[in-house]
């Protein structure tokens, strides 16, 4: 009787440790983890609205090929004559390409897309997305979902220590709920919102229905978002879905100086002579982006073909000797010959946003964000009514 006794306190002591864990813990994040929610939950169908409202990014299809890289970045040069292209894109058939310049200006950086025609290389649109007098709402959203509009090196550690008590607090808010919403008498009243209750029942259990039914899509995008925001959170998943191997990192192969001869006379660019020896290989990719500007002389050729309208987790890498354009075999750069932890990379972007799952999964990541968002605010009212309540017993 005695060994229940302890074993039933010693619970009991668990429960009060964790419940008070959640509620301040909650109270303290509440306010970081209803930003990130919420600007998450817009920024989910960024590209979605950006289709609907820029209409240059789109052409009409043609029945022939696209033109190569460097008639493209000498367009967009002409647009952008003092800055160099930091990357160039191409979409699928309906598509325009993009060519990116990066430049800063007074220790400010300013970012801008030129908008070409893929089959003929006319110019389309120059947008600058980035920069002082420029206005781009989804850039606003992000610099909040990432680092609350505060300068990068502060706000994303304050995110990912949010992020990562958010993912705590998932936890937590289960233990609370399993033992006692488990009952025969609670069950319906566990799952289900009571929408004639008044304002106290129906917040009470917007914030404990919802917080369940959403519970273990929150964890996955919570984890996710802890895969950016700290390296050795990365490592450690890494390390666990790979079987005990290290985290490797992005790393690209090394051309062979010795021979830049090679390239001396050629009349045709090697970024060129690359981009069709992929094309040969990718004859229906549906995105494709390139490194237009090899900043060391051992520098390699990066080709990204994705194989996806819409989503970049699927995707094959090249990479080339920017002399000999001999093919180097990189481990886990095309996506169905990697390893599983090296998808699960590529997937977590994806994942994120829930673009792996077509339109519905956008649909669902927005909800569980908008969920997400709800429950700092729903918490603090149960806190609130709570204290409330406990005022007026001791009157």
């Known amino acids: ?49 950006k289709d609907a409202m820029e209409p240059w990014r789109f052409v009409e299809v043609k029945n022939q090929d696209f033109v190569p890289p460097t008639q493209l970045l000498d367009t967009a040069k002409v647009y952008m004559p003092n800055s160099e292209p930091s990357g160039l894109t191409y979409s699928n058939k309906e598509g325009a390409a993009a060519v990116g310049f990066n430049s800063f200006e007074n220790g400010e950086r300013h970012f801008t897309a030129v908008f070409m025609n893929p089959y003929t290389g006319e110019f389309i649109k120059k947008q600058q997305i ?11 959203i992000i610099d909040g979902h990432r680092a609350l509009w505060l300068p990068y090196d ?9 992020t990562l008590i958010f993912v705590f607090l998932i936890i937590s808010g289960l233990v609370m709920w ?7 008498g609670n069950r319906k009243k566990s799952f289900s919102i009571k929408w004639k209750g008044n304002f106290k029942r129906v917040n009470y259990d917007l914030h404990n229905v919802l917080g369940f039914y959403s519970l273990l899509f929150a964890l996955v995008i919570g984890i996710t978002g802890l895969v950016w925001s700290f390296e050795w959170f990365e490592d450690s998943l890494y390390y666990v879905t790979s079987g005990g191997e290290e985290h490797p990192g992005h790393h690209h192969p090394h051309s062979d100086i010795s021979k830049s001869y090679l390239v001396e006379d050629d ?7 690359a981009w069709y020896k992929t094309l040969a290989k990718e004859d229906n990719f549906q995105g494709m982006y390139l490194s237009p500007n090899l900043k060391d002389k051992d520098d390699a050729i990066e080709i990204v073909a994705y194989q996806d309208h819409g989503s970049f987790y699927n995707k094959n890498e090249y990479f080339y000797d920017q002399y000999t354009l ?26 994120h946003i829930g673009a792996v799952w077509g339109l519905p999964g956008k649909i669902l ?31």
Not at 21 to 32: A, M, N, Q, Y
Not at 130 to 140: E, I, K
Not at 178 to 184: D, E, F, G, I, Y
Not at 267 to 273: E, H, K, V, W
Request: hydrophobic share 45%; net charge positive.
């Open 365 to 395: 990541a927005f909800l569980v964000s908008l969920i997400c968002a709800s429950l700092p605010v729903t918490g603090f009212l149960v806190w609130w009514n709570k204290k409330k309540k406990g005022k007026k017993r001791k009157a």
């Open 178 to 184: 399993w033992p006692k919403n488990l009952k025969k």
């Open 154 to 162: 502060i706000g994303r550690p304050i995110v990912g220590v949010a």
């Open 326 to 351: 001999e093919e180097f075999e990189v481990e886990g750069a095309k996506y169905e010959e990697a390893s599983f932890a090296d998808q699960l990379v590529s997937l977590n972007y994806d994942i």
């Open 130 to 140: 980035m920069g002082s007098g420029n206005f781009d709402f989804f850039r606003l």
């Open 267 to 273: 009349t045709i660019s090697a970024l060129d002579r």
């Open 1 to 49: 009787m005695k060994k229940y006794k302890a074993k039933s306190s010693k619970k009991s002591n668990f429960r009060k440790l964790n419940d008070w864990l959640h509620l301040w813990l909650g109270l303290f994040s509440g306010i970081i983890v209803f930003i990130v929610s919420i600007t998450g939950c817009i920024y989910v169908f960024e590209k979605e609205i």
